[in-house]
């Protein structure tokens, strides 16, 4: 019985692995067209001032995330400030209830 299992394996393992290698063939290749190039006009007066109020307004925009980060920083640093005195505390009182 164990000898027929023996022989079972070594016969279907080779067979799954070899299953396995022909289904790990590259797939076919991703044919894109060509992009074709449209005509370059010059901006339009209104479209170069609309781009200009769009760059100042996500400029304006960035700048508010810039100080809200800035704050959201500070106060970062200061509850970890807070963090390190309790820890330096809870040192301390170790060390004064091992004296004890």
Do not use: C, H, W, Y
Not at 9 to 19: C, N, R, W
Not at 52 to 80: F, G, H, P, V, Y
Request: glycine share 0%.
């Amino acid at each position: 019985m164990r000898s027929l299992a023996l022989t079972l394996l070594i016969v279907t393992l080779p067979l799954a692995f070899s299953s396995v290698a022909l289904r790990a063939q590259s797939p076919p290749p991703i044919v894109v067209q060509a992009a074709t190039s449209a005509p370059v006009t010059a901006p339009t007066p209104i479209a170069a001032a609309r781009d200009l109020e769009a760059s100042q307004a996500a400029l304006r925009m960035l700048q508010e995330m810039k100080a809200a980060n800035e704050d959201i920083l500070k106060r970062q640093e200061a509850t970890l400030q807070q963090l390190d005195e309790i820890q330096k505390a809870a040192e301390q009182l170790k060390a004064f209830s091992k004296r004890g």
